[in-house]
C-alpha cells in the first residue's frame, strides 16, 4: 500500500515570513495529492491540491510543488498570518483497481505555529 | 451547500460498552469514508461505501467495528464492545463521482474510552 511521510512535526515561524512543509510518497501510481488544514476541535478543510500532471499550483498566498520523479511534493506558505496556525496534512490518493476505490493515505501532519 | 454533518460530536464511555455514530453526507455524494483519528496522527482509513455498498474495509477492526449505509446516504459506525485504545476522533467524509474529487470532511466525534 502507499506511505506517506511528512516533515516537520512542527514549525515555528515569525509572522510574514514563509512555512514549508515536505512529504514524500511511495506509491508511483498515486496521482492526486491534497493537502488539508485542520483547526482544534474542526475536521480537515482542504487548502489546495495538485495532480501528477501539473508541477506546481499556486493559489493566492499557498503554492504546492510535485516532483514525481522523486516522489516528493511541498506545501508553500508565503506571509503567514497568525489565522494559519493549525496543523496541516499531506496525503496522496491512490486509485483503486475497482470502480470508486479512490484511497487517501495521510501523512502525520505538521502543527504550524505562526508567531507575532 | 451543506457540509458533512455528524453526530454525536463528542461520548464519554467505559471500556466494554458499545457506541454509535451517525454521518450524513453531502447531497448527492455516492462515496462516503470513516477514518479513525488518533491524538497527533493523520486520518486512518476505516470502511469506503460506494452507495450502499462497501469498497474497501480492509482496515476495519470487524471483530468489533461495523458500519452500514443501508439505503446510500447517512451512515452509521458502531464499536461493540469499546476498548481503551479507541478513544480517537471519528471522522467522515463524503465525496463526488469524478476522480481525484475532494473528500468533503464532517467535524468528527470525539469519543473518549474509560
Known amino acids: 500500500g502507499e506511505n506517506v511521510e511528512q516533515h516537520p512535526s512542527t514549525l515555528s515561524v515569525q509572522e510574514g515570513d514563509s512555512a514549508v512543509i515536505k512529504c514524500t510518497y511511495s506509491?508511483?501510481?498515486?496521482?492526486?495529492f491534497p493537502w488539508y488544514k485542520q483547526e482544534l476541535g474542526k475536521g480537515p478543510q482542504l487548502i489546495i491540491d495538485?495532480?501528477?500532471?501539473?508541477g506546481e499550483k499556486k493559489d493566492q498566498r499557498i503554492a504546492v510543488t510535485l516532483n514525481k520523479t522523486a516522489k516528493h511534493f511541498s506545501l508553500h506558505i508565503t506571509e503567514t498570518q497568525p489565522e494559519d496556525s493549525a496543523v496541516y496534512f499531506c496525503?496522496?490518493?491512490?486509485?483503486?483497481?475497482?470502480?470508486?476505490?479512490?484511497?487517501?493515505?495521510f501523512g502525520t501532519g505538521t502543527q504550524l505555529k505562526v508567531e507575532l | 451547500e451543506a457540509g458533512v454533518a455528524q453526530s454525536p460530536r463528542y461520548k464519554i464511555i467505559e471500556k466494554r460498552q458499545s457506541v454509535a455514530f451517525w454521518c450524513n453526507p453531502i447531497?448527492?455524494?455516492?462515496?462516503l469514508y470513516w477514518y479513525q483519528q488518533i491524538l497527533g496522527q493523520g486520518p486512518k482509513l476505516l470502511i469506503q461505501f460506494q452507495n450502499n455498498g462497501v469498497v474497501d474495509d480492509s482496515q476495519l477492526p470487524k471483530d468489533r467495528f461495523s458500519a452500514e449505509r443501508l439505503k446510500g446516504v447517512d451512515s452509521t459506525l458502531k464499536i461493540q464492545p469499546a476498548k481503551l485504545e479507541d478513544s480517537a476522533v471519528y471522522l467522515c467524509a463524503s465525496r463526488g463521482t469524478s476522480f481525484g474529487e475532494t473528500q468533503y470532511f464532517g467535524p468528527g466525534t470525539r469519543l473518549l474510552v474509560l
Open positions: 495538485i495532480r501528477s500532471n501539473v
Open positions: 506509491d508511483s501510481a498515486s496521482n492526486y
Open positions: 447531497s448527492g455524494h455516492a462515496t
Open positions: 496525503a496522496a490518493n491512490l486509485r483503486g483497481v475497482t470502480g470508486g476505490g479512490n484511497k487517501l493515505t
